[in-house]
């Protein structure tokens, strides 16, 4: 009997020891790209850094960081950052789940239209940016021309403060309400017909259905959506360099094409990696408490 038990353990632990053979491959990939550029940095961090060959020179501790962390700058590029994740996500999720479920709906043409939803993706962000700030040209843009039209003056999108950050907003919007429209498209389409067939029956209106059943069942997709649209925003550059080059001022200068700045043209690089390990530890600890709430909010609609 104890022979008995000991063969199958042996063939779990081989095909376990398989297991890992295969990922191992990745596993080595993964670190490789990933772990030992996050290494690096924070090496540099600590460091300072040889300009003649751009390795790390001598160890200067806790220095960078103070520096970083007593710099005035970096706290209001936090803040342009903070301001433009405010408003683009909830923008985002709110167009992108009540696109996909009115494309999700019956009616003729809807696959076209699906189709269509996935060109601002597959554009470029600088080309993106581009394309953006000549059509918010306020002298010849095609925005000015249908405000000319309406009898509206034309708005100088990237002299103003304000305006510029709403077109940073609009550009970033645009390309990736798409994104969120294909995994709320993908969410609804996965929804169990049975629930809704019986809210059918029992006589619920499209009103009552929308927010008693489609919602809560949604809420594990919303949560996900969230989370992943947050990652892609925080590190959002090209957009705003291509655009307004984190003008006018300061207005649209978010903490990502701050780090470059400070970096490629101050020549910061050890300060800069200080900054990104800061950026780093913000966003997972904030990554950790969104999918914490998630994980409270889906319980919530068990």
Known sequence: MTIGMKRPTRARLADTAGRWGFLTPAFLILAAVLAYP???????SFSEIDIATFMPGEFVGWDN???????????????????????????????????AWLVN?????RGVVRALFIIPMVV??????GIWKMMLDPLWGLTTYLLGLVGLPALDWFGDPVLAM????????????????LIATAGLLSLPRDVFEAAEIDGANWWTTLWRITIPLLVPVIAATFVVRWLG???????ALAATAGGPGRATNVINLFIYQEAFRGMKFAESAAMCVVVLVITTLLTGLFLRGSRVLEARFQ
Do not use: C, H, N, S
Request: aromatic share 18%; net charge negative; proline share 4%.
């Open 38 to 44: 996050i290494l690096y940095t924070i090496e540099i």
């Open 65 to 99: 960081y103070e520096t970083v962390l007593t710099d005035e700058r970096f706290w209001y590029a936090l803040r342009v950052t903070l301001i433009y994740l405010v408003f683009a996500l909830p923008l985002q999720l709110l167009l992108g789940f009540v696109i």
């Open 105 to 109: 709906a019956e009616w003729r043409g």
């Open 124 to 129: 470029a962000p600088v080309v993106a940016g």
């Open 166 to 181: 709403g077109a940073i907003v609009l550009i970033d919007t645009w390309r990736w309400t798409p994104f969120v429209v």
């Open 233 to 239: 925003a925080v590190k959002m550059f090209d957009i």
